[in-house]
């Protein structure tokens, strides 16, 4: 299987900061990547897909970038909506998730 | 607008059988890969498999292979996963959701979730 690491589990993090989650593959998996947002009971949003396209109607504060193995999500503004965790996912081999990140108000 | 819609909640005995249902509507069915993902309490997502409605071509995670079953039936547009035998760490929230390209691929539209509590 591929592994998948995001880093780091929770975030504290204020409205209006620059926020970077790390998601790390234990093999090359292309730009095979997903990035998704989770709020409390409710069913994950796909936020980005290919490691770097915005799904649409996703705001333009949502990015990401890499390939092979280390890729990034980045939020350029956080907003009070934000608040959530978020998931990678891999589907280069069968598909796994990343163990997720906790973005908290700090 | 597309939409899954899933079965309701369960609450199951260890040891007994279950079959969860997702039903798609506003696209066709049989043309889209559909998946199922699960969700412990308090936990992350875990990548189940997935099924095409058009032929049950049907891939498995290696850690889910065996331990479950996923069917669709296309003439009602309904996808389902199936425990034959279940156990207290079955209990989770199961989600299904449906992929924009073929293959192993990301999802776009998700099921609003059916939480499965298996107890004695």
């Known amino acids: 299987d591929i592994q998948m690491t995001q880093s780091p589990s929770t975030l504290s993090a204020s409205v209006g900061d620059r926020v970077t989650i790390t998601c790390r593959a234990s093999q090359s998996i292309s730009s095979w990547l997903a990035w998704y947002q989770q709020k409390p009971g409710k069913a994950p949003k796909l936020l980005i897909y290919e490691a770097s396209s915005l799904e649409s109607g996703v705001p333009s504060r949502f990015s990401g970038s890499g390939s092979g193995t280390e890729f990034t999500l980045t939020i350029s503004s956080l907003q009070p909506d934000d608040f959530a965790s978020y998931y990678c996912q891999q589907h280069s081999r069968y598909s796994t998730f990343g163990q997720g990140t906790k973005v908290e108000i700090k | 607008e597309v939409q899954l819609v899933q079965s309701g909640a369960e609450v199951k005995k260890p040891g007994e059988s279950l079959k969860i249902s997702c039903k798609g509507s506003?696209?066709?069915?049989?043309?889209?890969?559909i998946g199922w993902v699960r969700q412990m309490p308090g936990k992350g997502l875990e990548w189940m498999g997935i099924?095409?409605?058009?032929?049950?071509?049907?891939r498995y995670s290696p850690s889910f292979q065996g331990q479950v079953t996923i069917s669709a039936d296309k003439s009602i547009s309904t996808a389902y996963l199936q425990w034959s035998s279940l156990k207290a760490s079955d209990t989770a929230m199961y989600y299904c959701?449906?992929?924009?390209?073929?293959?192993?691929?990301?999802?776009?539209?998700w099921g609003q979730g059916t939480l499965v509590t298996v107890s004695s």
């Open positions: 099924i095409y409605p058009g032929d049950s071509d049907t």
């Open positions: 959701a449906r992929q924009r390209v073929r293959g192993v691929s990301y999802f776009v539209y």
């Open positions: 506003g696209y066709s069915f049989t043309t889209y890969w």
